[in-house]
């Protein structure tokens, strides 16, 4: 008789006790080896060997190629054991030599498979392109790194494989493991291990100690240097080591009890089905976790298939495992033989029908051995206790259903969700069947089959986690994201500022891709820019307003054979509507460019149409910051009023119905590809909107000054267009035909646009949307009626902003000190407003004086707000400054 030792540390040691035990073959209840039985100093010396390993980094630390060619080695020394493996495996576990036979193959091909795939497929690193935080730029990405050190309780149904299910995801993801085996089953792990001795994989990375059960697998569940427990089992084991495993907030995977449903439909291959049934209920005298126990039958056919099924277990033989006629072997054990035959007395208690079986077998020229008949109750009912438990040998309850939903409802009445069949000559109906029941794995037509990259696991009682396949590599790895900031500075840090009274970012990033042509007749570039594009059926889209001004019609002309047709339909302060609407039409005409004239309206529109063109669904499916990873659908822009900015800026403005608010997208894939700075398409625009659209404008500058995210660049801007507006408007005002003026003016909206997406905006715009959203005041009036106030507002928080701004628009700052000029900013932008006509006070653009309180408990929550130069923190001091501007 063979003596087998315990695996620690890449030595085979005797137990510490020097205790050992008997491995037997149950075909004939005869001891065929003596084993080192591990307790607790073993248990601990090969934690430890594992621990030391991993922490060491000697297999963790290896690229995964190089775990892979050790791993091939591993296999290879399996190879070489093949036959001896075969046979302790069918000797020692009742498993028949034509099942064995396979099992050193099914090891070897998983264990190339499944490195070979870490190796070269499994994602250990990824970027993530766009995080989703808009607040906190940088680089991120993932790492998937091993857990450490894995232990693996393995079942004495296969003992050999699931020791490799668990050693090889665990080994090529970089962890060691401590791997338990059955105490009925104790051999071909030891043998796995003199492989992994003969491959040279490093001490300690794979230690193998037999034990007990509850001694060894007590220690094994609750020792602080064991990171994971991969368990495979009874149900009630299961339970206990999960909770076990919580003492120290283990990784845990199951893999537990099963009560499958094998589902024949009534157009089922009638000998094909009873195949199955009789194939997937009896393989390896019914001890496999997914066997198909309970087989439920169409009521149409059960009499015929009942008759056929009792025939064909009546003819399996039954006898000593390593005979090459045996169909099946021994039980397990003398305890598991028990089991069933207690369920058996229970079955026929309940009033199942004994059909065939449901008795011991003695095999002929062989004095004991756990061997039983293949056993068919009929007329079984779901709720009996034979239905309900796993038995664990070779026992099935036929159940009669009606109809398809029937079974499914049957199939799902079971604490146990782990395998499962249909039988059915409709494919259709079969997937319908597979989808309805809950359970982790469903075969059509077939039973037991397994593959390498396929997963394996349990829905509901039958277990957590999955193995086979990337679902089980995943299990053994963790994910560690890393943020690697681009801002290396504390004060362009922003979440640093909320404990910090210094709110001002100093760094920035200037990205800004809008080509832009401007001067008169600068329309002509169209052809050409949006042939560049790869654009070759462009749609317009405009308003009524525009379009009744000429202006669509004018570019129609220059796209010529370009453009597809114009979109008109668009409204002031655009919602969620006005995108899908337009995105409808773009789609209708399968346009593949996108061309904007109008005013802020229009060209946000459009973004929302870009955007939604390109990755599909509805507007409401993109309302976010920075989560676009791609080029949007091409888009020109061609401003017609005098300030929105829009051309250039990465935001889009649209209004929910079901917020109740302005909401945003914020991109910069958003941004137009090009713009048209033509005076053109300014010039009819009446008095009223050319001054409220330049006082957005100049609320965009002044706010991107003011800004806590303001910066060099963009103050160049700023300034210069306040002085331009502060020149011009007045101008274009007295002479709406002032093309030089126009031109100006355009000019500096599209440099405030640019200032202010990247400095930001502040106050005035977060109090502006809300009127435009429960007061429908145009954005550019609302921002021009709040500016001064807001200016006043934030007067000790940008007081040298707000001096440049009083010397842009012109006032004599000479002898003033710096907050005195601060001050005269605010009052240069109410005289400039009463020069050109713009509403001063709220009350004139539809704002009752009763709604102000519900406008300051709004704009308190505007994004705009975060950027301001004064923190905006209190919904009184809003409602002060809207009551100022009233
Ligand atoms: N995304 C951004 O960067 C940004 C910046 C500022 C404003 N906005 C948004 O833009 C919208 C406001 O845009 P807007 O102020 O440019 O006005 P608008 O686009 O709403 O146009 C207002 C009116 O003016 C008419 N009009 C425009 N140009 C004309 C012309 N040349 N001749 C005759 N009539 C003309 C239009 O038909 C329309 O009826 C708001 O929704 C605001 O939130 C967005």
Redesign the pocket.
Known sequence: MENYKLFINGEFVDAASGKTFEAIDPGTEQPIATVAQAAKADVEAAIAAARKAFDSGIWSGLAPSARLAKIQDFADQIAQQGLRLAATESQNAGQIMNLAKFMPLLSIGYARNISLYAATKFPWQEEIPASGNAFGPGREFIRREPIGVCVGIIPWNFPMLMAIWKMIPALATGNTVVIKPASYTPLTALILAEAAKAAGIPNGVVNVIPGSGGEVGKILCTHPDVDKVAFTGSTAIGREIMRMASSTVKKVTLELGGKSANIILDDADMSLAVEGATYGTFSHQGQICESGTRVLVSSKIYDQFVEMFKKRAEALRVGYQMDPTSHLGPLVSKEQLATVEGYVKTGKEEGAELITGGKRVEVKGIKGGYYYAPTVFANVKNKMRIAQEEIFGPVVCVIKYDSDEEAVAIANDSIYGLGGGVFSSNTARAERVARGVRTGTMWINNYHIFADFCPFGGYKQSGVGRELGAAGLHEYTQVKRVHASYVADRNTNMNFSLLSDNKRVEGFGYNCPTAVNAGHGALSSISKTIADLGCRRALILT????RK?G?ADLVKNALADFCVGIYDKIP???DLESVDGATDAARELRADGIVSV???????TT?GVCVTLKNGGKANDHLNFLVLTEPQTPHIAI???A????EV?N???LTSKGAGR?LFIVDTRIMPNAAILDPR??????NA?TV??AM?AMT?AVEALTSIMSNQICDGQALHAIRLISENLPLVVADGKNEKARLNMQIAATMA?WAFTIAQVGLAHGMA?TA?TLYHV???AACGIVLPKVMRYNVDHATDKLALVAQALGVNTKGMKEREAALAAADAIEDLMKKVGHPLRLRDVGIPEDGLMMCAFHAIADTADLFNARPVNDPMEVFEIYKQAY
């Open positions: 308003d009524p307003g525009v001004a202006l002031p302060d655009p109008g005013g802020g309206s229009v060209i946000d973004k401003p017609t009023t300030g929105t900015g829009s800026t935001v889009s403005v302005k398409f300014t010039m009819t625009l009446p909107m409220s659209t957005d965009h646009g949307h435009g145009p954005h550019g």
